[in-house]
């Protein structure tokens, strides 16, 4: 992400008119639910560019753990001016899984108590158990517990409106999405546009989306040979660092879609309206695109990414791992594998937390794959 | 320290450990269902089938880490494209598959009909079973258990009954045998009967100085992992507890000299166990518990046995899917090292950050914090990988060590 959002300013302006900001993590939280409850849900997720350091987090995480929970624990714990109501998570990885305990504790001896509301999404393989009921249990008493903790209270009909109006916004996202594989946009804009509305109303989401849609102030340079540039898929859990998308496009790559788990993987699912929350977000998490956080799409992620190189005729997929991400490193080495022997070439780029000494080798290693592609 | 002979325990330590491979291989060769199974995975459901067997990846890694050959397949692995940052338990298993056993202490496993993982002490373990799931295109079931940032609840507890249910029909199903309650509540006695003379065994520790050291208890638990549930199970651990308890009224003492009585965390750094327990020793200090031993037998935020009542097996064996450290969050596993540190007269905890196991090292550095501020405890903080002898280095860690004598020496003279 580049530097160029202000967080801790946006979320000062989502609390001026009273609202109620719930921190959220991991990356697909019920977020048409808070929003059904008048409650602002922001992921945090990708806070490279927004903590400076890793200061405080330090003081509680271990170096091996990935940059994801190092900046969020930074953020978080540095952030004592009140801007969070509270924070949600889901079961993730085996790093996250431990942060809201270390969140909570330390929040309380800063003076700044967090309410931590805490749900499990099943991950058994539908085909063997069958977990609706137990997960209609957690949706009942996730909205029991914001509605005693926050004094809101939940209506179908605000849940439906909910519902149309995030279709709405991941339809306006896959339609950015679009415009960065023909040439009109830049990765890193839309990228950085995607950041921003999570730490948005969704009407601002939606007149951001809009005017990224709406912009046809193409660079003339970038679009003159953008048939003749190879295109790339980037796979991650976060979108690279504002270097290596420079480095991937100025080698004359072209980023023609992506499997990143902040991106295309948040807004790829659009399930069914419904008016039951449980029944909605049973589809939403076991339809969900693939991604190795969700543990039971393991059979469906080869054939999503095959199913994304063909839709976008890519040449090449970059996997932009993070480093110490265990869920992404264990399957790279068959993704690449399933890849080459369908004559799609591969680059790993690895991003540490201190990677900004990288800069060069990356560039290097993307320069090389993309005269492979071109050759 | 006094010079090591090989007890009784440990002899027959051996012979469990071996029968235990050879006739896994065996009963694989003529026919058995194979099923290769997480350490979590309640192994007892098992034996209410005629003829199922079960090996156990992890276990099998740290038997071959402990051997000396953990760095050997951890290579083989990196060779295939798996990250030198996964866990090294993992990286054995994918090295030892990849060659079909070649250099594994137990010529590895044999060839799973069924891969059954969960995500409870660790989730990435269901990434790396499918790994083989799709090397092998074997079908591969996931238990999903819900962590404890609190003591278990029954919605918790129904949803992992259900899902033992389901893995029973899918056996069922694929095997073609058929699932005998009786035959797997005796395996559950059996295994809570040799958990009492486990915990038995442990509670040496609390002489003075310790009838165990903690090493002692790491290399006893393989049958946990090869052997649960067999009568040979509870065989095992009666000879181990009752050869200890006469080893202590006889006065034999793995570290007579003891000056310093230190308390573990985290997995066992097997292919240290030897030397680092000598040279502890030899500076008087002894490891007599672990959090990764004394958990066994006990429900999440306690190391009190959990002892079965003899009634729902499934009822039980979902109740202790917590049990282990990883599982369940920092304020229990804070509450039962509270504990256990008063009953065994700790001086020092030593932190051992695994950089191969990120459920168990996350938050210890909190933990380290509440132990010493609220407890008064000196500690370390050492870094470890439980099986790759690469990323260990001796003289960091003793110089770490000597420091948390010295801070125990300073406390006392204070």
Not at chain 2, 257 to 279: C, T, V
Not at chain 2, 380 to 392: F, L, N, P, S, T
Request: proline share 4%; net charge negative.
């Amino acid at each position: 992400m580049s530097m160029k959002i202000d967080i801790n300013k946006k979320l000062k302006l989502l609390k001026k008119d009273g609202r109620k900001i719930i921190g959220c993590f991991p990356l697909y939280p019920p977020l048409e639910l808070f929003y059904a409850m008048d409650l602002v849900p922001v992921v945090l997720w990708g806070l490279r560019g927004t903590v400076t350091d890793t200061t405080e987090s330090d003081q509680h995480l271990q170096n091996y753990t990935c940059s994801v929970a190092r900046h969020l624990t930074e953020f978080v714990l540095s952030n004592t001016s009140g801007l969070l109501d509270g924070l949600f998570m889901y079961n993730a990885c085996d790093t996250l899984r431990n942060l809201p305990e270390i969140i909570e504790k330390k929040s309380e001896t800063n003076g700044h108590a967090l309410s931590l509301i805490k749900v499990h999404i099943p991950m058994v393989l539908p085909s063997q158990t069958d977990a609706s009921a137990y997960f209609k249990n957690e949706i009942n008493h996730l909205i029991e517990e914001l509605e005693e903790r926050f004094d809101v209270s939940f209506s179908k009909d605000k849940f439906v409106e909910a519902v149309k109006q995030i279709k709405h916004i991941r339809n306006l996202m896959t339609r950015a999405e679009n415009r960065v594989a023909k040439g009109h946009l830049r990765f890193l804009n839309f990228a950085d546009a995607i950041h921003e509305c999570r730490f948005s109303t969704i009407d601002e989401q939606a007149r951001l989306l809009e005017s990224l849609i709406d912009d046809f102030s193409d660079d003339p340079a970038f679009l003159a040979d953008k048939d003749s540039r190879p295109g790339v898929i980037l796979s991650g859990i976060l979108p690279p660092p504002p270097s290596v998308i420079n480095s991937i496009e100025s080698s004359g790559l072209q980023i023609v879609g992506n499997d990143i788990a902040s991106l295309g993987r948040s807004y790829a699912s659009m399930p069914e309206t419904r008016e039951d929350p449980a029944a909605y977000f049973l589809d939403f998490y076991y339809q969900h695109f693939p991604c190795p956080t969700l543990l039971y799409t393991g059979d469906r992620r080869t054939t999503s990414l095959f199913g994304l190189v063909e839709k976008t005729r890519a040449k090449g997929v970059i996997f932009i791992g993070e480093k110490f991400c265990e869920y992404e490193y264990f399957e790279f080495p068959h993704l690449v594998q399933q890849l080459r022997d369908k004559g799609v070439q591969t680059l790993e780029v690895e991003i540490a937390i201190e990677d900004d000494a990288q800069t060069s080798a990356h560039n290097s290693r993307i320069s090389a794959f993309a005269e492979l592609l071109k050759s | 320290m006094a010079k090591k002979e090989k007890t009784s325990a440990g002899r027959n330590l051996s012979k469990v450990v071996g029968d235990a491979y050879m006739d896994l291989h065996a009963k694989a060769a003529h026919g058995a269902f194979v099923v290769w199974i997480a350490i979590n995975v309640p192994a007892e459901l098992f034996l209410g089938f005629e003829n199922v067997v079960y090996g156990v990846p992890e276990s099998h890694a740290a038997l071959t880490a402990a051997k000396g050959v953990g760095v050997l397949q951890c290579e083989k692995a990196e060779q295939m494209g798996y990250s030198m940052d996964l866990c090294s338990y993992a990286r054995i298993d994918i090295g030892s598959v990849a060659d079909g056993g070649k250099d594994s202490p137990t010529f590895g496993l044999p060839k799973p009909d069924l891969l059954v993982s969960d995500n409870n002490n660790c989730s990435l373990l269901v990434k790396w079973f499918d790994v083989h799931h799709r090397r092998m295109g074997v079908p591969h079931f996931v238990i999903d258990v819900p962590f404890c940032y609190e003591p278990q609840k029954e919605k918790d507890r129904k949803y992992i009954i259900q899902q033992f249910n389901d893995l029973i029909r899918t056996i069922e199903e694929m095997s073609g045998q058929k699932f005998d309650m009786d035959k797997a509540l005796s395996a559950v006695s059996n295994t809570s009967e040799g958990v009492v003379h486990w915990k038995r065994f442990l509670s040496f520790a609390q002489q003075r100085p310790s009838g165990i050291t903690a090493f002692d208890s790491f290399v006893q638990m393989a049958p946990f992992l090869v052997a649960r549930g067999t009568l040979q199970f509870v065989d095992h651990y009666k000879l181990l507890a009752d050869e200890t308890e006469q080893r202590v009224k006889d006065g034999q003492f793995p570290v007579p000299d003891e000056k310093y009585r230190l308390f573990w965390d985290n997995i066992a750094p097997w292919h240290q166990l030897r030397d680092m327990s000598g040279s502890l020793a030899k500076l008087g200090a002894n490891i007599v518990g672990a959090t990764y031993t004394s958990c066994i037998g006990t429900v999440e935020g306690s190391f009190a046995l959990y002892a079965f009542d003899g009634k729902d097996p499934l009822e039980y064996c979902a109740r202790t899917q917590n049990c282990y450290m990883c599982p369940h969050g920092m304020k229990l596993r804070g509450q039962a090292m509270q504990t256990v540190i008063e009953e065994l007269n700790i001086d020092g905890i030593v932190f051992a950050s695994n950089r191969s196991c990120k459920p168990y090292s996350v938050t210890q550095l909190d933990q380290q914090k509440l132990m010493m501020d609220q407890f008064g405890i000196a500690s370390v903080m050492i870094d470890v990988d439980h099986a790759d002898a690469r990323k260990y280095s001796k003289e960091s860690t003793f110089t770490r060590l000597e420091a948390l004598l010295e801070q125990i020496e300073a406390k006392r003279a204070a």
